[in-house]
Every structure is written in structure tokens, then in C-alpha cells.
């Protein structure tokens, strides 16, 4: 076992090598590198300024909850080799600027515009089929992302499913806030 775990050790090693000399030789300032960096530092001081600071708390939460679980689907899909990412603005394997901060931002805003659980779903819908169907193809043409056996309808109901079941527990933990202040 320990001589097993030394050669996966090992091979890790050479592929954080072949990474980097590709990202740096590859993939920084690139086209897709300049997009990743303009709309990443773009949606994040344009949140910043259209953010309801009276809710901070509230909305800062579901975007940590929409963040964890993007990151670690995105983990799962690079680790099972379902897509990759040719062209990241780090030199790592997974899309930390999507999954940190893109992502998360535009859920944060789906949730502090819609209110009622009617406008929430119809725009969590709508946002699902724009990632799905029209972003995800923008990354795939612009060589950011790169699909092994997924196709984008796979990520359609999962982007749904996250706004709702993280709007529904957010929600919860405003209930229980209340009811122990009282």
C-alpha cells in the first residue's frame, strides 16, 4: 500500500509540473486568461456596489452555501474526468474563479432580487438554462472548459436544484434566528 500511495504521490508531482509549465507557457494572458480576469474582478466590484449591505449577512450565506457546493461538484466532475479546464486564471485544475466567485455572485443576486418562492424558482430556472445552455457553451468555445462525456442538460437541473434547496435553508435559518431572539 505505502509503495502504491508513493507512486500516486509521485505522479501528482510530475502533473502539478506539466500544469504549471503548461498554464504558464499555454494559458497565462491568454484571450481566455484576460476574460477570466476581467469578468471575475468585473462581477465582483459590480456586486459590491448593487449588494443590499441590510441584508450582508443573509445573502453572503447563501453565496457561501452555493460555493461549497460548486466547488465540490466541480471536484468530483475533474476528479471523474468529466470535464476539465484548459485555461484557468490560477494554475490549478479546477475553475476557482467560476466557482468562487462568478457563480456564486450571480446566485447571490437571483437571491436578493427575488423574493417571493414564485419569482425565486421562475429566475433560478432562467439562470439555470443561461449556465446550462448558454454559458457553459461560451466556456466551452472560448477553450476554458472542456467536457469528457457530460453534456450541458446534465448541469441544467442541478443549477436549479442548488438556488432552491440553499434558498429553502437559508430561509430556515432566518426563522430559527428569529424565534431564538424572542
Excluded: C
Excluded at 505505502?2 to 494559458?27: G, I, P
Excluded at 450565506?61 to 484557468?88: E, K
Amino acid at each position: 500500500m505505502q509503495s502504491a500511495w508513493r507512486d500516486v504521490v509521485e505522479l501528482l508531482k510530475q502533473y502539478r509540473e506539466v500544469r504549471t509549465e503548461y498554464w504558464l507557457n499555454e494559458n497565462l494572458f491568454t484571450f481566455s486568461w484576460w476574460i477570466l480576469l476581467v469578468t471575475t474582478a468585473g462581477i465582483f466590484i459590480v456586486w459590491l456596489i448593487i449588494l443590499d449591505k441590510k441584508r450582508i449577512f443573509e445573502i453572503v450565506t447563501y453565496g457561501f452555501f452555493v460555493t461549497a457546493v460548486g466547488v465540490i461538484g466541480d471536484a468530483i466532475g475533474v476528479s471523474l474526468m468529466l470535464w476539465h479546464y484548459p485555461n484557468t486564471l490560477l494554475p490549478v485544475s479546477q475553475i476557482a474563479e467560476v466557482h468562487t466567485i462568478q457563480m456564486p455572485i450571480i446566485y447571490m443576486l437571483v437571491y436578493q432580487y427575488f423574493h417571493t418562492w414564485k419569482s425565486f424558482i421562475i429566475a433560478s430556472t432562467i439562470n439555470a438554462f443561461v449556465f446550462a445552455f448558454i454559458l457553459e457553451p461560451l466556456l466551452v468555445w472560448l477553450q476554458i472548459y472542456e467536457l469528457h462525456g457530460w453534456k450541458h442538460i446534465y448541469s441544467f437541473f442541478p443549477y436549479i436544484l442548488i438556488g432552491i434547496v440553499f434558498k429553502f435553508v437559508v430561509n430556515k435559518f432566518k426563522k430559527l434566528d428569529r424565534y431564538y431572539e424572542s
